[in-house]
């Protein structure tokens, strides 16, 4: 989880110099376009708070050439989320198909900043913040990616979600989705979580995501990769917690309620197993 957002945790040497310059610019891209207004406001984790603005000069909406100095900590900046379907590859679609133009945007605020602001400036809460949808699915996908490195090894499972988190693959909305129900708020601050789907032969691994999860946030998906051969599937359940013995593992096939990562269709006929 990027320290913007509240991580606290480091993988040790997990990406070279030129791999961290690519997540660096795209985790910048939601901390300060999407984000930045209200991490200034809620005084959000950052390694710059030195040099982070005290005041935000704001327009009235309702009112032309009207504008307000107001100090961050009074201003009750929303939130900005994307609520997303199932991933690309979940619809069995091409991986050349982009979705995100489907995905809808929802602001989280605090009411009763906001009712405070109102009351002191005599104008409703402007919002203003940069449409980022790639590089929010690619924050998405590193998370994800890191969140299944602290359960197993490199080299247990195929890192399908990579290309994606590097930008050498376009469309990342091909591995990245959620739910557009919103979940009711949660005690934990953020929440992560591996599930796994398939058969005995071949695993799909999912990382489930929700950021900020005790602000009723959405919940995200992420395909970060897959496990082929009997041993290597059954490896990988037992490490993760699905299985405690080895008389679990001999079942055919995962088993997996409704959820917004289950699949329209297993196998799934776009992916190509044997691509490396």
Avoid at 75 to 101: R, T
Wanted: glycine fraction near 8%; include cysteine.
């Amino acid at each position: 989880m990027p320290l913007a957002l509240g991580g606290v945790h480091i993988l040790e040497g997990a990406s070279c110099d030129e791999c961290a310059d690519i997540t660096k610019k795209f985790e910048q891209d939601v901390a300060r376009e999407l984000w930045g207004a209200p991490r200034n406001s809620y005084d959000a984790p950052s390694r710059r708070k030195k040099k982070r603005p005290s005041h935000i000069i704001l327009a009235d909406p309702e009112r032309p050439g009207r504008t307000v100095k107001v100090p961050y900590s009074e201003y009750p900046a929303a939130m900005v989320f994307y609520q997303m379907g199932k991933a690309g590859l979940l619809e069995g679609l091409p991986d050349h198909v982009d979705i995100s133009s489907a995905w809808k945007l929802v602001a989280i605020s605090d009411r009763d900043k906001a009712t405070a602001f109102i009351q002191k400036y005599d104008m409703k809460v402007p919002s203003r913040f940069w449409h980022v949808p790639d590089s929010f699915a690619r924050m998405l996908a590193k998370i994800g990616y890191c969140h299944l490195l602290t359960e197993l090894p490199v080299g247990s499972f195929r890192p399908i979600c990579l290309p994606y988190i590097l930008g050498t693959k376009p469309n990342p909305s091909f591995v990245v989705g959620g739910t557009f129900d919103v979940a009711p708020p949660e005690e934990v601050g953020y929440r992560l979580q591996t599930a796994a789907f398939g058969s005995c032969e071949l695993l799909m691994l999912v990382a489930e995501i929700r950021l900020f999860s005790n602000k009723g946030t959405p919940t995200y998906h992420v395909l970060v990769g897959d496990v082929m051969g009997v041993a290597n599937v059954t490896s990988v359940l037992q490490k993760i917690g699905y299985f405690t013995n080895m008389e679990d593992a001999s079942i055919a096939s995962v088993a997996v309620g409704e959820s917004h990562w289950t699949p329209r269709a297993w196998p799934l006929p776009f992916w190509n197993t044997n691509e490396q």
